[in-house]
């Protein structure tokens, strides 16, 4: 049916019309309560109502007259059985319709007369293609109103089970005839199986219950189990549908004569087809190519033929110049041709040419003739078909509100004579347009066109359409009142529909029939007979239906149900084949090749050569047709079981339903990447958890000094150590780390292991409150603002302490050389008036004394100030006091001639009391800061301390001994221990896989730190260089366990089961499952969220609580670093992205630490098996022997040295050549070959990159890898070794495009100029990958030999010499940079897309476009036009360009990181050297035909008589007495198990190459029982201009006899040159 194929999607026509269709949201549903419900009864007609009646008993078939109200009585039933779909139930209502016009408009009366949620499918989709889209839909809708192609679809894949159906309904249920392929049938002999206990309700509708010749009622009755009812009363139905009067209106074509005008131009067409014709080079063209311009060329032909004939000579001018107008993928919707994809050139010849024939007569001067009077209407510029047509609308044309519809055949009829209505003046009352079905490719046909012009004609805006066919059926067009068949109807139900389009009372039903013609006369009176036969037949039927439980040949998947009959098998194969991989210059598709012999007719299915399988054979049946569906039917079993259809019986790409694809989509762009964030704990590390208790005494701490080394020198660092319960790792007690300082000062620390100290219970008090203190100074200041802070106060055993360790002042014993707990500044620390009782600080007062300093919280002595910390509340900042400057005083001058006592009064009003006091040297206290994070390369330079001096009196004093060098140490410590802490957790994940697998014991904790810290830390390393070598090491070895475990899979399925395996999401699950999330570090280190002991967590998490805690970070769709809440769990956010990114980093860690072997214990520890099996390698290799008789087209010897290497098994150097189109050997092609060079090549370029830039930063290695790992880049190699000179391919328009874009490559290195050139074949960096793919299978995976090769192989692309980033990154870039908007703008015309860039600031508009075949490409070649258009204006942005980073980069030697594998030996034992081998190239090459062998031992035949016939006709008779040759001249290898006739394989060429071949018994002798008969075959070859006929010898049975001229043909089709290689 026009415009239905079998995806399935809502169509957005239907939602837009129904402004109150429920989507079934909540804000709807309690509107929805509140709405009347509808009640179609009320409307309903009393024949409406008993048939309801009878449908709720039973299933029925309406049999109505248009207009009769079918559509309200399947409401009706609908209503009636609301209670079985209305939700929460699970069951519903399926509406089937054959057309997507059809869908669209009953959806609409459904969801206007019901209240049900209703949703329209038609046509593909991307968006329901998996089982879950479907659930989704079948939650929310109640009737689902579909084409019968969607329906049948997804009971095949069980998207949808029949028992969850409680009605369905068939709209125009006559399509369902027994012995037709219409997915009707299909949907009820497969699926609607009698001893299921739960089956839907069946209702059809109908006018005409008789399709056409060969269908019945009984029949139809039969396949839907279902009953016809009618009317009986027909005089009630007479007052709702009237009936148009019928009117014949009759023509006589003009006379065939040699000077006739038709029979001239039909001539001249004719010898411009042959002309045409006589150009092809069967040289030059592939011979696919030459089958499809040969049946392109035909189908042109007979569709102007059609056009002149029945327009005239004004209608197949105006045919040429649509078809003149429209792209290869519009023509062929117009004429019914297939897309081939080939090369158009000769249809564009042939059009012109005849346009060029017509033109002399239809235009005078480049002007079309004037039609505006009536003498121009007549022969031959119109047919009398049309002239009769013109005077049957002259006569209706002043009739008021007249509305008519013209039927035709054919599409470039409908849109020719619609033109032709509106330049006609005596018709200008006639506003016409043309109706046709909604198609892919024709853009003139849109679903909104459509609507729009049904529309204008239901306002009168048009009043007349010309119709294909999709206007017959079921469109509500009330007022139409006269119908014209201009092309008659082929079917009586085709005649029923169309009179039923005239609806309106006193309406006409016009025939045009050519009086000279009896097989139209005889139509006409056949379809009126048909009709009342059919009624009378409907009247007499009172018997009930015949049960017929029909066994279709189905093949069924135990697992799922999934079932594919022998009908659907047909399209399942054409859309698996639809499914391999594919590019312009090759579009698998299936070829079948009937034959016949003793048993039956045979199908032979051959499938393209990157398919699972290539060729079955059905078993003999009884038809063609029969045989085909068997071949399918087998193939489809086929493919199952090897895999490349799923459990659901869906290809590779379509099954969406793979649990590893669940969760959620995998988006390495990660658009939506902030909203896919979970909440997940961070590990604390188990050394520093281990707590002390109350009970214990002593308490044994271990003792780490930590050893400041600042360069400059330029403070004084005082001497801390860390304790702890437990011994750090081996690992981390000697932790060095470089902490960056302002300016370019640098802090080298390191821990020093200084054995075990024991604390008393005193001391382990004092040591924890000091600890306490120094906290509560760093991070919490605000608590000793107040006279007095207390310590300890919480306790130290808090729960909320997820850490135990000390940081303690240490001083060295010089005389015994070793280190202690300085327990006397503690003490002196702790001795502060601010940790004292205010009765314990009043009895330290003195009165002023010399040695005293009156400080605003009372007299101190000098000692007890200098060293300490102060805070001075007028300026609400704490102070180290470093000394007393003796020399000055309040009446010292401050700044310029303002002392300090003025400056205090005017900026503080402060009045001091003692300005004889001396100042205080003082240094403000610092805000702690994070020294991890990444600083810019500032020179290394001293920095003076700052300080500042402050009369005593404004000070208060809080802590004794505290000194500046005590601050410049604690503000190293925070940062130093959470390096600790994260090292220390990376220890702990390597231990744990070093337990589950040995050979990671070698990778270093730094290595795996590294691999945990994400770029957002924003330290010195981050994941990101690792991650960019741990996914191409992935992508290798997941690819190569793929290639080796599915061996019949394509390139494809290949690619997407790999994907599937290292997606994000899947990486993201294992990681989770492992538990690895615990360990990452993603948030850079915020000092003020440091706890430690003395400082807990005040947020405590739970998860009851964490939920409120920590929901706005999650729900943000901003950065939320500076924000997240840090609870005692230490729960952090983290993107599912970090997750898998971490994976993949952890694997390169592994790789450049240990190696290979380590990396794959990884990936096997966390869930990717990437082990196989050597045998699988030495199979693969060995079954490469089946290319072997390709040798003598290559040059094996040539392409070895062009590769630099000497192949063990030469079969995969052939195979590495082969291009998917080669039809010349019985499937394979490199594809298989390529998926895994693409994948090797990936890793060992990403590997070199790696080696010899490693001071590269991780986007600049991406940027890098991207411009060597694609497919430009290998296309440039593959130039420079002249690969695409040993290409074996079957597409002239291929190597046509290699070797253009070879020609440009050479020119533009050697004139040393850069231009826009040919778009890249694919196929060129296609050979490179497949040649690299098969010298690591020859090799043995011995990636040692596979990276000398590369290193060769990528030298020019490795000079980096012009670097060319996407030029789609870089304008978005550049566009960012300035604020500009930039705008990409696409638009597919037939196979070509046309790309619009647009750029649009302030100061600069610029646009520019590109098109390409491919909508990517078309993108990047329009982004590089505007980027070079703006970077001549002098646009840059600030980034420094790669080339740049480059030159400046230190470059180091290549090497191949982490190869530890030992190679596979491949070589056979039994290898036979090339040269010693008898080898045999498929004898295809003879014919170009896809034909088995005819496996006879070669005939001898009695002279046979030849007569060759060229133009001009004459006859030549040759005799030849020689044999036909050996059959074997004609054989391929196949392998087939049937037996092929001469007969057969005559009728195979014949069809590769268009000829006409026909078979007649010439000639009866001898007497009855010894009666011989001799065949005679007659071809056709349009091409040469020549007609043959073969006579084979008398035989005695008319079999043999058929084969005997069947031989000869052959032999004369060799031997005349008509076969070529």
């Known amino acids: 049916m026009e415009g239905c194929d079998g995806g399935g999607s809502l169509i957005s026509p239907v939602t837009e019309h129904f402004s109150n269709l429920s989507v079934g949201g909540d804000e709807e549903s309690s509107a929805e309560e509140q709405r009347t419900e509808k009640d179609p009864r009320k409307i309903a007609r009393k024949y409406q109502a008993d048939l309801c009646k009878i449908a709720l008993e039973e299933n029925i078939i309406v049999y109505l007259e248009t207009g009769g109200g079918k559509t309200h009585i399947a409401v009706l039933l609908m209503h009636e059985m609301r209670h079985l779909i209305k939700k929460p139930l699970k069951e519903i209502c399926v509406f089937l319709a054959p057309t997507v016009p059809l ?48 329906l049948l679809r997804n009971l095949c894949h069980c998207f949808i089970r029949m028992d969850s159906i409680a009605l369905l309904i068939f709209d125009e249920c006559h399509y369902a005839q027994l ?105 030059t063209i592939d011979h696919g190519s030459l089958k499809n311009m040969k049946k392109m060329l035909q189908r042109l032909h007979d569709n102007l033929i059609f056009c002149l004939e029945n327009l005239g000579l004004l209608g197949a001018f105006q045919a040429c110049k649509i078809l003149m107008r429209g792209d290869r993928s519009e023509r062929n919707e117009l004429i019914g041709a297939e897309e081939n994809g080939g090369d158009d050139s000769l249809c564009n010849r042939y059009i012109l040419q005849a346009a060029s024939v017509f033109d002399g007569i239809c235009t005078k001067d480049g002007v079309e003739a004037d039609l505006s009077h009536n003498e121009a209407l007549g022969e031959p510029l ?122 309106m009372p006193q309406s006409e039903y016009a ?222 007690e000697r932790m060095e780390l470089k902490l960056c300082l302002p300016r370019g000062r640098l802090v080298m620390t ?124 007028c300026k609400d900042r704490f102070f180290f006091i470093s000394d007393v400057v003796a020399e000055e005083n309040g009446y010292s001058l401050l700044k310029g001639s303002t002392n300090h006592i003025e400056h205090y009064i005017k900026v503080f009003g402060i009045h001091l009391l003692y300005p004889d006091q001396p100042l205080l040297k003082a240094k403000q206290l610092f805000c702690l800061d994070n020294l991890l994070r990444k600083r810019g390369n500032s020179e290394l330079r001293e920095k003076e301390e700052h300080f500042i001096e402050l009369p005593p009196e404004i000070c208060q004093l809080k802590i004794i001994g505290f000194s500046k060098d005590i601050g ?186 240990s190696g290979f072997k380590a990396a794959t214990a990884f990936l096997q520890w966390i869930g990717i098996q990437v082990d196989f099996q050597a045998s699988l390698v030495s199979n693969i290799c060995s079954a490469s022997a089946i290319f072997l008789p390709l040798t003598a087209r290559v040059d094996i010897a040539a392409l070895e040295t062009l590769l630099g290497y000497r192949f063990h098994h030469k079969g995969l150097l052939l195979q590495a050549f082969i291009h998917p189109s080669f039809s010349a050997h019985l499937g394979g092609c490199y594809q298989r070959l390529e998926f895994l060079g693409d994948a090797v090549l990936d890793y060992l370029i990403t590997s070199y990159l790696f080696s010899v830039y490693p001071e590269l930063k991780p986007g600049q290695l991406t940027d890098l890898r991207s411009l060597s790992v694609n497919n430009n880049s290998f296309a440039n190699i593959a130039v420079h070794h002249s690969f695409h ?118 100061d600069v508009c610029a646009t520019t476009s590109s098109s390409n075949i491919s909508r990517k490409a078309a993108r990047r070649k329009a982004a590089g036009k505007l980027f070079g258009i703006l970077k001549a204006q002098g646009y840059r942005t600030k980034t420094k360009p790669l080339e740049e980073v480059l030159k400046s980069s230190r470059k180091m030697e290549a090497k191949l990181i982490g190869y530890d594998e030992a190679a596979i030996d491949v070589t056979a034992p039994d290898a036979i050297p090339l040269h010693n081998l008898n080898l045999h190239e498929d004898s295809r090459s003879l014919c170009d035909a896809k034909v088995h062998p005819i496996s006879e031992e070669p005939k001898k035949i009695s002279p046979s008589s030849i007569r060759s016939t060229r133009h001009p006709h004459h006859s030549q008779d040759l005799q030849s007495n020689s044999t036909i040759g050996d059959s074997s001249d004609l054989d391929t290898e196949t392998g087939s198990s049937c037996n092929k006739s001469a007969r057969s394989l005559l009728y195979e060429i014949c069809a590769e190459n268009c000829w006409k071949p026909s078979f007649e018994c010439c000639n009866e002798t001898g007497p009855g029982h010894l009666k011989e008969f001799t065949f005679k075959v007659s071809l056709n070859i349009e091409e040469a201009s020549e007609e043959i006929e073969v006579f084979g010898g008398p035989r005695l049975r008319k079999k043999d006899a058929a084969e005997e001229a069947a031989e000869g043909a052959l032999w004369y089709l060799k031997n005349s040159g008509h076969l070529h290689n």
């Open 179 to 283: 012995d037709s392929n219409h997915p009707y049938a299909e949907i009820m002999k497969v699926f609607y199986k009698l001893d299921r206990t739960k089956l839907p309700r069946i209702f059809g509708m109908t006018a005409s219950p008789k399709l056409g010749k060969g269908s019945s009622i009984r029949t139809l009755e039969s396949l839907l189990h279902a009953k016809v009812h009618y009317v009986e009363d027909r005089k009630e139905l007479e007052k709702f549908v009237a009936s148009p009067k019928f009117k014949i209106y009759y023509y006589s074509r003009a006379v065939n004569s040699s000077s006739c005008p038709l029979e001239i131009y039909l001539r001249k067409l004719k010898d411009i087809k042959h002309q045409c014709l006589s150009t092809l080079s069967r040289k």
């Open 511 to 732: 025939f045009l029939v050519d009086r000279g013609n009896p097989k139209e006369m005889y139509l006409v009176e056949k379809f009126e007979k048909d009709e009342e036969k059919m009624n009378d037949e409907i009247a007499s039927e009172r018997s009930h239906v015949e049960i017929v439980d029909f066994n279709e040949t189905i093949y069924k998947v135990a697992s799922t149900g999934a079932t594919v009959s022998s009908g659907y098998s047909v399209l399942l194969l054409h859309h698996y084949c639809s499914k391999l991989p594919h590019d312009e210059y090759f579009h698998p598709k299936p070829e079948f090749f009937n034959f016949d012999d003793e048993q039956g007719t045979f199908c032979r299915l051959i499938l393209p050569s990157n398919a699972a399988i290539h060729e079955i054979t059905s078993s003999p049946q009884s038809s063609s047709e029969a045989a085909k569906k068997d071949a399918c039917l087998k193939a489809c079993k086929e493919l199952h079981k090897l895999g490349a259809l799923s459990e659901f019986l869906l290809p590779g790409q379509d099954d969406a339903n793979e649990e590893l694809v669940q969760d959620f989509s995998d988006s390495d762009s990660c658009d939506d990447e902030t909203s896919r964030q979970e909440l997940h704990e961070m590990l604390v590390p188990a050394a520093l958890k281990e707590p002390w208790t109350d009970a214990e005494a002593p308490v044994c701490l271990h003792f780490y000094f930590i050893n400041f080394s600042p360069k400059p020198v330029d403070r004084i660092y005082v001497k801390f150590g860390l304790f702890v319960k437990a011994p750090l790792p081996v690992e981390a």
């Open 750 to 873: 390191e821990l020093v292991p200084s054995g075990v100290v024991k604390f008393d219970r005193d001391e382990i008090l004092q040591a924890q409150n000091f600890q306490e203190m120094f906290l509560k100074v760093i991070l919490d200041r605000s608590e000793l603002i107040h006279d007095f802070a207390s310590l300890g106060k919480n306790g130290f055993g808090d729960s909320s302490t997820s850490t135990f360790y000390l940081l303690l002042p240490v001083f060295l014993h010089e005389s015994e050389k070793t280190l202690s707990v300085d327990w006397m500044l503690i003490k002196r620390c702790l001795s502060s008036p601010i940790f004292t009782t205010q009765e314990e600080a009043q009895v330290g007062v003195f009165p002023h004394l010399s040695s005293h300093l009156e400080l605003a919280n009372g007299p101190h002595n000098i000692n007890d100030v200098i060293n300490s910390l102060v805070y001075v509340p």
């Open 968 to 1153: 410049s140490s604690l503000s190293l410590l925070p940062s130093i221990m959470h390096r600790l802490e994260s090292l220390l957790v990376a220890i702990e994940l390597k231990d744990r896989l070093s337990a589950s697998f040995p050979e990671g014991a070698k990778v270093t904790a730094h290595r795996v730190l590294e691999a945990l810290t994400t770029e957002k830390c924003n330290e010195q390393f981050s994941l990101e260089r690792l991650e960019v070598l741990g996914d191409a090491f992935l992508k290798f070895a997941v690819g190569r366990h793929l290639f080796l475990l599915h061996d019949t899979l394509d390139e494809g399925q290949l690619t997407r089961k790999r994907s599937k395996l290292v997606n994000n999401s899947n990486l993201f699950k294992l990681a989770t499952k492992g538990k690895l999330q615990a360990y990452i570090r993603d948030q850079p280190f915020d000092p003020s969220q440091f706890f430690a002991l003395g400082r807990p967590c005040s947020v405590l998490c739970s998860r009851e609580t964490e939920t409120a805690i920590h929901c706005s970070q999650g729900d943000s769709e901003k950065n939320v670093v500076d924000t997240e809440v840090r609870c005692n769990k230490s729960h952090q956010w983290l993107h599912k992205k970090t997750v898998a990114d971490v994976v993949e980093a952890l694997v390169g860690a592994f790789i450049v630490d």
């Open 1285 to 1402: 000179n040993f290409i074996l391919c079957d597409s002239s328009s291929l190597c046509t495009s290699m070797d253009k874009y070879a020609d440009f490559i050479g020119a533009v290195a050697s004139q040393n100029v850069s231009r826009e050139g040919p778009s890249c074949p694919k196929a060129l960096g296609d050979l490179v990958e497949s040649s690299i793919g098969a010298i690591l299978l020859d090799a043995g995976f011995d990636l040692n030999c596979v990276w000398k090769i590369m290193l060769a192989f990528v030298d020019p692309v490795m000079s980096f010499s012009k670097l060319q980033l996407n030029p789609v990154r870089e304008l978005q870039e550049l566009s960012q940079f300035y604020g500009w908007d930039l705008k990409f703008v696409s638009q597919k015309k037939g196979g070509t897309f046309l790309v619009e860039a647009k750029v649009k600031g302030e």
């Open 382 to 503: 119109f047919s009398r078909k049309l002239l009769l047509l013109i005077d049957v609308l002259s006569t209706f044309r002043l009739q008021p509100n007249m509305k008519c519809i013209v039927f035709v055949n054919r599409i470039v009829i409908a849109r020719a004579l619609s033109y032709l209505i509106q330049t006609i003046k005596i018709l200008s009352s006639w506003k016409s347009d043309f109706l046709v079905g909604v198609h892919s490719e024709l853009r003139s046909m849109s679903r909104k066109t459509m609507h729009s012009i049904l529309e204008k004609f239901r306002s009168g805006e048009l009043n007349l359409l010309v119709a294909t066919k999709v206007g017959e059926e079921g469109l509500d067009i009330q007022t139409c009142c006269l119908v014209i068949r201009f092309d008659l109807p082929e079917t009586v139900s085709s005649f029923i529909q169309s009179r039923g389009r005239a609806r």
């Open 103 to 150: 869908v669209q408009q009953q959806a609409k009366v459904i969801q206007d007369d019901t209240d049900f949620k209703v949703g329209a499918y038609c046509g593909g989709s991307k968006r329901l293609k998996s089982h879950q889209d479907w659930e989704k839909e079948m939650e929310e809708y109640e009737v689902f109103v579909m084409t019968p192609q969607i």
